[in-house]
């Protein structure tokens, strides 16, 4: 078992092998103090056959392979086996008062650290007994030392001392080092689940939500923000915030150009505006700059009214090596959620406009179904005129604006969509026809008033169950000749259509 009783620090069959070590280390310390002393020949051979037989009984605790149950069964064995075998060769070597004693603060000492602290101790309990036992067959004469060999009680103290200051100070010392190797794995555990986590997130929200709540649960934190430069993000309140354009909070730079985390009591109003507004009740903050490839970017964390007093010792270095190790793994996944959704807009908007493109919109109306539904379709008018007399680029600036004014006068729920060259869709779910024109129209002097140079839009609408996308647009776009032909700069019901109307070339659209 681990120095704490945790088996996940060191298996068992490690611990059993690791106790081999320590046995063959007590015989040849034992060897050396039989060699080293005066050595009484009667003891020669119990010494060697008791060195011999122990180093025997040790392979063979080493090679059996059994169950777990079966193994700790024979490391507890073992560990008494160790005891008697000790005494013995104590007892052979001189008695308590012999230096051979210290083998028994050496065994306790080592066990402490291989098994764990309770087994120490018992095992500390059981040499004190035996010793003790040792001592007073000595003392009244049952063994050879006689009552005159003054090894009670004064030298049976300072046996027990010398083992018990050992096995207590190994154990006190071992449990400082498992404290910190416990911080450490669970550092690693939480890290690694945050980035388990972190790899299934496929949009920046999502990554700033991880982060943050990885902050408030591990630091624990009153309150934490994601803050990104020069991008689009979630309004205030939520986890991913952007800070607005101008220059940057003091604080945000110094930790930008440091690059390294930045403890501040509070914000300050004038250096720390936009952080002051926001976080006027912060007691303690922590700002840690994002790594470059996520862009310019932070997390912003307030340590909470009673976590005041850590700004001024500092934060622990294992918090702070965490928090930035999550920042790390955040940067990568905000940085992967960021290209991922680069991809997503290619794929469903219109690169030039940025409204929806017609992938889009095939899906959508592929999807609505049962429920009404309106659609128009917009074209500008002279749109060749304006790109033979302006150019082509003033044509997309155009474009660009005619998407823009759209958006901004259709609902909330409403789809606009570049349906094509100078052609636009706005489906509008839930909508009959007049609701559907009244958005048009709205829409139609949105587009003369906010294009330059200044150009007007012709507009066919339709509307019906969303049971059939084809026919809807079909007649949307018989409604959009229909308008052409009256004059353009207008919009038409397809439902006030007789079956034919006149059409006009694309050629004069």
Same mark, same amino acid.
């Given at each position: +078992?681990?120095?704490?009783?945790?088996?996940?620090?060191?298996? @068992?069959?490690?611990?059993?092998?690791?106790?081999?070590?320590?046995?063959? @280390?007590?015989? $040849?310390?034992?060897?050396?103090?039989?060699?080293?002393?005066?050595?009484?020949?009667?003891?020669?051979?119990?010494?060697?056959?008791?060195?011999?037989?122990?180093?025997?009984?040790?392979?063979?605790? @080493? @090679?059996? /392979?059994?169950?777990?149950?079966?193994?700790?069964?024979?490391?507890?064995?073992?560990?008494?086996?160790?005891? $008697?075998?000790?005494?013995?060769?104590?007892?052979?070597?001189?008695?308590?008062?012999?230096?051979?004693?210290?083998?028994?603060?050496?065994?306790?000492?080592?066990?402490?650290?291989?098994?764990?602290? /309770?087994?120490?101790?018992?095992?500390?309990?059981?040499?004190?007994?035996?010793?003790?036992?040792?001592?007073?067959?000595?003392?009244?004469?049952?063994?050879?030392?006689?009552?005159?060999?003054?090894?009670?009680?004064?030298?049976?103290?300072?046996?027990?001392?010398?083992?018990?200051?050992?096995?207590?100070?190994?154990?006190?010392?071992?449990?400082?080092?498992?404290?910190?190797?416990?911080?450490?794995?669970?550092?690693?555990?939480?890290?690694?689940?945050?980035?388990?986590?972190?790899?299934?997130?496929?949009?920046?929200?999502?990554?700033?939500?991880?982060?943050?709540?990885?902050?408030?649960?591990?630091?624990?934190?009153?309150?934490?923000?994601?803050?990104?430069?020069?991008?689009?993000?979630?309004?205030?309140?939520?986890?991913?915030?952007?800070?607005?354009?101008?220059?940057?909070?003091?604080?945000?730079? /110094?930790?930008?150009?440091?690059?390294?985390?930045?403890?501040?009591?509070?914000?300050?109003?004038?250096?720390?505006?936009?952080?002051?507004?926001?976080?006027?009740?912060?007691?303690? +903050?922590?700002?840690?700059?994002?790594?470059?490839?996520?862009?310019?970017?932070?997390?912003?964390?307030?340590?909470?009214?009673?976590?005041?007093?850590?700004?001024?010792?500092?934060?622990?270095?294992?918090?702070?090596?965490?928090?930035?190790?999550?920042?790390?793994?955040?940067?990568?996944?905000?940085?992967?959620?960021?290209?991922?959704?680069?991809?997503?807009?290619?794929?469903?908007?219109?690169?030039?406009?940025?409204? &929806?493109?017609?992938?889009?919109?095939?899906?959508?109306?592929?999807?609505?179904?049962?429920?009404?539904?309106?659609?128009?379709?917009?074209?500008?008018?002279?749109?060749?005129?304006?790109?033979?007399?302006?150019?082509?680029?003033?044509?997309?600036?155009?474009?660009?604006?005619?998407?823009?004014?759209?958006?901004?006068?259709?609902?909330?729920?409403?789809?606009?969509? /570049?349906?094509?060259?100078?052609?636009?869709?706005?489906? +509008?779910?839930?909508?009959?026809?007049?609701?559907?024109?009244?958005?048009?129209?709205?829409?139609?002097?949105?587009?003369?008033?906010?294009?330059?140079?200044?150009?007007?839009?012709?507009?066919?609408?339709?509307?019906?169950?969303?049971?059939?996308?084809?026919?809807?647009?079909?007649?949307?776009?018989?409604?959009?000749?229909?308008?052409? &032909?009256?004059?353009?700069?207008?919009?038409?019901? &397809?439902?006030?259509?007789?079956?034919?109307?006149?059409?006009?070339?694309?050629?004069?659209?």
């Amino acid at each position: +078992m681990s120095p704490g009783g945790d088996p996940t620090f060191v298996p @068992l069959s490690d611990r059993v092998r690791w106790t081999a070590v320590l046995r063959l @280390l007590l015989v $040849v310390t034992g060897t050396a103090l039989w060699w080293s002393g005066d050595r009484e020949p009667a003891h020669d051979r119990t010494l060697a056959a008791l060195g011999l037989g122990y180093l025997l009984v040790t392979a063979v605790l @080493l @090679l059996v /392979r059994s169950g777990r149950s079966v193994t700790r069964a024979g490391l507890d064995a073992g560990l008494l086996l160790d005891s $008697v075998v000790l005494i013995v060769a104590v007892h052979a070597l001189g008695g308590a008062e012999a230096p051979a004693a210290a083998l028994f603060a050496l065994h306790a000492a080592g066990t402490t650290l291989l098994t764990s602290f /309770r087994t120490g101790v018992k095992v500390a309990g059981t040499h004190t007994v035996l010793v003790l036992c040792l001592v007073q067959a000595q003392a009244t004469g049952i063994l050879p030392g006689g009552p005159d060999a003054g090894v009670f009680p004064s030298n049976f103290t300072g046996f027990a001392a010398l083992l018990w200051a050992t096995t207590l100070g190994t154990a006190t010392f071992a449990a400082v080092n498992e404290r910190e190797l416990r911080r450490r794995r669970h550092d690693t555990e939480v890290l690694h689940g945050l980035l388990v986590q972190l790899s299934g997130a496929d949009d920046r929200e999502r990554v700033a939500s991880l982060l943050v709540r990885f902050v408030r649960e591990e630091l624990p934190a009153a309150r934490a923000q994601v803050v990104l430069a020069g991008v689009d993000a979630a309004g205030p309140g939520t986890d991913l915030v952007a800070v607005p354009a101008g220059p940057l909070d003091a604080v945000l730079v /110094r930790a930008e150009a440091e690059d390294r985390s930045v403890l501040v009591h509070r914000p300050h109003p004038r250096e720390d505006p936009w952080l002051a507004r926001g976080w006027s009740a912060a007691r303690g +903050m922590v700002v840690v700059p994002l790594p470059a490839v996520a862009g310019r970017g932070w997390l912003v964390v307030d340590l909470g009214d009673g976590r005041g007093s850590v700004l001024a010792r500092g934060l622990e270095r294992r918090a702070v090596r965490a928090l930035e190790q999550a920042v790390s793994h955040a940067a990568l996944a905000l940085s992967r959620a960021s290209a991922l959704e680069a991809l997503r807009r290619a794929a469903t908007l219109d690169g030039l406009t940025g409204v &929806a493109n017609r992938r889009t919109l095939d899906e959508v109306l592929a999807r609505v179904d049962g429920e009404a539904l309106a659609v128009a379709l917009l074209d500008v008018d002279h749109f060749k005129a304006v790109n033979d007399r302006f150019g082509h680029q003033t044509g997309d600036e155009v474009l660009r604006a005619v998407a823009a004014a759209a958006v901004s006068a259709v609902r909330e729920g409403d789809l606009v969509a /570049r349906y094509g060259g100078e052609e636009f869709a706005v489906l +509008m779910p839930g909508t009959g026809t007049a609701e559907a024109q009244v958005v048009v129209e709205r829409l139609r002097a949105a587009v003369a008033g906010g294009t330059t140079p200044r150009v007007t839009c012709s507009v066919g609408i339709a509307g019906g169950a969303a049971g059939d996308p084809a026919a809807l647009l079909a007649e949307a776009d018989r409604a959009l000749y229909a308008a052409k &032909a009256a004059g353009r700069d207008r919009s038409v019901l &397809a439902e006030q259509l007789g079956p034919r109307s006149a059409e006009v070339g694309a050629e004069d659209r």
